[in-house]
């Protein structure tokens, strides 16, 4: 290689590292540096020079890129590290390395570490650097009043009877502070109680403070919003307080002469009850003496056990009357072979718990069976007899007995104008049972009248029906499924009912 190529290569190398440094050291300098940007503002930057380091925790983590003025306020811009992520709630502020160090830019972290401020983000919260010019100027204003302070002591304790007096001042309070050792060393003892006992004293309200703290707070919120109740309402008390007091005196005044008759007029009705009193005296004295037919009632033995038997025989009979309990039981049946209804209605009287009495009253649709025979001649040929039965609705009454032995019943007597009996079982206790009838033994060709049932409690006093009846009969139009309602209206309605109706005798 000649020598003029050397010269070259070596110019050549010295312009390039020539270029790389005055980037490096001018305002593009951060052109090749990587991270991310954010922006803070302070009132001001004073001393903050471009390229200044930005630290956390005393860490640099970046640098100042740029200082701009916006309005009256300096911005920073920051080049911060790429790995390094800044809480969003964090704080920036100048400090100074040392006393006359050069400056940096502070970041101290914030406690939201779930957001960081994102690129291009802005440090919203600073702390306003100190100017040291301002603190210099305080500094000076101060020894300036210290200069003062001195030069007025000086003028007063510099002569002479100045001095007199500082040493009057010291020997007082040499004195004084011998009296106070004297009090102190005499009663050392005493002094030792009192501080134990406010010691006691301080622990004890310590526990009651604590203790009632909640009832503390209260009591004083309670007289808080006492005092301001009374402070906004005594005004309108004394003024209403006054209105009535002139009403009063105007009602007063108004009616002086009707106040003088109303206390003539007692006076009157106190002198008739005195006269009225002495009467009732004299009469409550012959009845003592077991004069006239109330004295005689008052003091013989007699009438007393003649109305005392009487009350007791009301007594036993209202005993009775409140423990007997009835309950009133319609209900009905839909027949659906024949398609008609048959209806109930019972009065269940149960004066003990195992043992009630059934009164009541059915409406049948098969309650008259009418038989019409009818015979018929074809050409003068043997006659053809027919029979036609009919039947009408007819109403019919119950008056049986029952017997209950726990879940199972048994009761007779009259059913539907007839004597049976039947029988039923509580499968579950007061909500469903189920049940047979047999009655109605004698019926004209025809087998007893037989009946299939169970009910069911839906609600409280409101029960369905469901079963077969006539299960026996001949004719299988009457061998009819039912399905039907009832409600039951308990002893305390019926009680209602009852007392209303008035007896005479």
Known sequence: MSRE????????????????????????????????????????????????????????????????????????VLRIHKEIRIPIDSVGSIQTQGLLGEKYVEILPGKDAQRNLPAGGQVANTLSPVNLDEMVRKLSAIGDDVKKFTEALSGTF????????????????????ATLRTV???????FDRILANVDRLSESLSDISSANKEDVRATIANLRAFSETLKTETPELARKLEEMSERVSGVVGDNRENLKESIKNLKTASAKLDNTLDAAGKVMAKIDRGEGSLGKLVNDNTAINSLTESLEGINRYFRKYDVLRMTLVPWAEFQTSTSDWKSYMNLKIQPTADKYYILGAVNSPQGNRTVTTTATSINGGTPITTEQVEYETKWTFNAMIAKQFSRFTLYGGVMESTGGFGASYDVVKNRFNVGAEVFDF???????????????DIIKNFFITGGADDILNRDTRFRTPFIGFGIKFPDDDLKTVIGAIPFKP
């Open 442 to 456: 004698n019926r004209p060709d025809n087998r007893a009248h037989v009946k299939l049932y169970g009910n069911y």
């Open 184 to 190: 102190v060393q005499g009663n050392g003892e005493r």
């Open 158 to 177: 510099g002569t002479e009877e100045g001095k007199k007096a500082l040493g009057d001042i010291l020997r007082d309070v040499r004195a004084t502070t």
């Open 5 to 76: 190529a050397r010269v070259g290569i070596f110019v050549l190398l010295g312009l390039i590292v020539l270029t790389f440094f005055t980037f490096r050291v001018s305002k593009w300098g951060l052109i090749a540096e990587k991270g991310y940007r954010l922006t803070v503002d302070f009132d001001t930057a004073a001393g903050l020079e471009p390229k200044s380091d930005v630290k956390m925790a005393g860490v640099p983590i970046g640098k100042v890129e740029e200082i701009q003025l916006v309005g009256n306020r300096a911005r920073l």
